[in-house]
T-cell receptor
Framework: DTEVTQTPKHLVMGMTNKKSLKCEQH?????MYWYKQKAKKPPELMFV???????INESVPSRFSPECPNSSLLNLHLHALQPEDSALYLC????????????????FGPGTRLTVT | SQQGEEDPQALSIQEGENATMNCSYK?????LQWYRQNSGRGLVHLIL?????REKHSGRLRVTLDTSKKSSSLLITASRAADTASYFC???????????FGAGTILRVKS
């Protein structure tokens, strides 16, 4: 199974709402990622988890709160978002790069299209 | 922040023609990868080339890497309408798990 699933596919939320995005993979990957992608732009890395621990936070505002409850699941909790946070949120997974220079392909989910009103 | 620049930004060709996309990057890398994204969907990994490799093939895809010029190219031969998508290069630096994507090339293959 080489699939990464994301729910929901679409989400509309107000600026005072709290919502969560979910991501799941069953490939045994121990690295998981959140990316944000605005229209006609490349994906931008937000967070990286390695072995269920947060290893990279790309200075993301605290209104985005990631969580990795186990090796297969990754959540992104959203609170008090702004309209400019509307974007496609992509989850990905890969093997962990133990040695600098390892480099592994990342498997992406289909994304959650988020609209903040 | 974006590491790479890609050109052309958009490319429109006829089915059966070859498509070439270029990627330039700024800092030293360990690996360079190419991904495809169909409209509004997730990315699909196409090929990974390591910094000590110069050329790699996968089916109709050919990737070259020139680390002295900090550039890479993706060639798709005998293109098909189904190849219509955005194509991104992505580089990693010291930490292989952290990918930085180029701006992307939008490819349209007309049937």
């Amino acid at each position: 199974d080489t699939e990464v699933t994301q729910t929901p596919k679409h989400l509309v939320m107000g600026m005072t709402n709290k919502k969560s995005l979910k991501c799941e993979q069953h490939m045994g990957h121990r690295a998981m990622y959140w990316y944000k992608q605005k229209a006609k732009k490349p994906p931008e890395l937000m967070f990286v988890y390695s072995y269920e621990k947060l290893s990279i936070n790309e200075s993301v505002p605290s209104r985005f709160s990631p969580e990795c409850p186990n090796s297969s699941l990754l959540n992104l909790h959203l609170h008090a978002l702004q309209p400019e946070d509307s974007a496609l949120y992509l989850c990905a997974s890969s093997q962990v790069d133990f040695l600098a220079g390892g480099g592994y392909e990342q498997y992406f989910g289909p994304g959650t299209r988020l609209t903040v009103t | 922040s974006q590491q790479g620049e890609e050109d052309p930004q958009a490319l429109s060709i006829q089915e059966g023609e070859n498509a070439t996309m270029n990627c330039s990057y700024k800092t030293s890398i360990n690996n360079l990868q190419w991904y495809r994204q169909n409209s509004g969907r997730g990315l699909v990994h196409l090929i990974l080339i390591r910094s000590n490799e110069r050329e790699k093939h996968s089916g109709r895809l050919r990737v070259t890497l020139d680390t002295s010029k900090k550039s890479s190219s993706l060639l798709i031969t005998a293109s098909r309408a189904a190849d219509t998508a955005s194509y991104f290069c992505a580089t990693d630096g010291r930490y292989g798990n952290k990918l930085v994507f180029g701006a992307g090339t939008i490819l349209r293959v007309k049937s």
